[in-house]
């Protein structure tokens, strides 16, 4: 390996190297409970929603209430991670750097993620679900994140919003306006979560009537986003 290859080589390793020292420093940041970060905590939730018997209600899995506890006595000290989390966006060539080391028979002791972006806004929402409405001074900004140009933006600012479970009258006005978004993906999303949370309400502004399959499903899982539920 000479020249142009060898130099592009060096590169990679060494953009590798400073990623893996910023999540390690970020990790050392992070608030912890009984020794155990908050990104811990919400992977373990993450886990115990996917193991327990009623995925769509894992408030009633004893490793779910253990997370809960956890995460509410970290308190507000978790909010500026969870929201740094929930807005967290990977660059095509980040993307494309970690699909390259992903490749490499080296690379395995790494367990890099193919979407950095994907796993952080995983670990926000289920924070932000655990915290329910204790998050409340982060709505601000996650409802601001639903008016964004960028679809993906939005859609996650809601998720984040909606599985803290906010009162009615701070949620509908907020849900209402993305039943006419037009991001499809947002748009089935607000009218499962609006229709999980608030049935009565839902059916009166509607929702049952555009979307008739959402009110009677097999299972109201949020679409595109994998182990999260929002039932009431």
């Known amino acids: 390996m000479h020249g142009e290859p060898l130099k592009k080589f060096v590169i990679i390793i060494a953009a590798l190297a400073l990623s893996l020292l910023i999540v390690v420093a ?8 009984q020794g155990i970060t908050l990104s811990g905590w919400t992977e373990k939730a993450q886990a115990a929603q996917a193991n327990c ?4 209600h894992p408030e009633t899995d004893p490793e779910w209430q253990r997370c809960e506890v956890a995460v509410k006595s970290i308190g507000g000290k978790a909010l500026p991670f969870l929201l740094k989390w929930i807005q967290a966006e990977d660059s095509a060539q980040k993307i494309k750097l970690i699909r390259w080391v992903n490749r ?6 790494f367990d890099l993620w193919p979407d950095p972006a994907l796993q952080k806004h995983l ?4 924070g932000f ?10 709505f601000p900004t996650l409802i601001q994140m639903t008016q964004s140009q960028n679809q993906e933006r939005r859609l996650w600012g809601f998720i984040g ?7 009615k009258e701070i949620f509908i006005p907020v849900a209402s306006r993305l039943l006419h978004d037009n991001y499809e993906e947002l748009k089935n999303t607000a009218a499962i979560c609006f229709n999980n949370l608030y049935p009565v309400e839902a059916k009166s502004t509607g929702v049952c009537e555009i979307y008739p399959d959402i009110c009677n ?16």
């Not at 679900?129 to 982060?138: F, S």
């Not at 919003?161 to 009162?167: D, G, H, L, R, S």
Request: glycine share 8%.
């Open 26 to 33: 970020i990790r050392r940041m992070e608030p912890r409970y």
């Open 53 to 56: 018997a009623d995925k769509d």
């Open 104 to 109: 490499k028979s080296w690379a395995e002791r």
């Open 123 to 126: 670990w926000a929402t289920h």
């Open 129 to 138: 679900g655990l915290l329910g409405r204790d998050a409340r001074p982060a």
């Open 161 to 167: 919003f909606a599985v803290t479970k906010p009162e």
């Open 217 to 232: 499903p097999p299972t109201n899982r949020v679409i595109g986003t994998p182990g999260i539920s929002i039932s009431k």
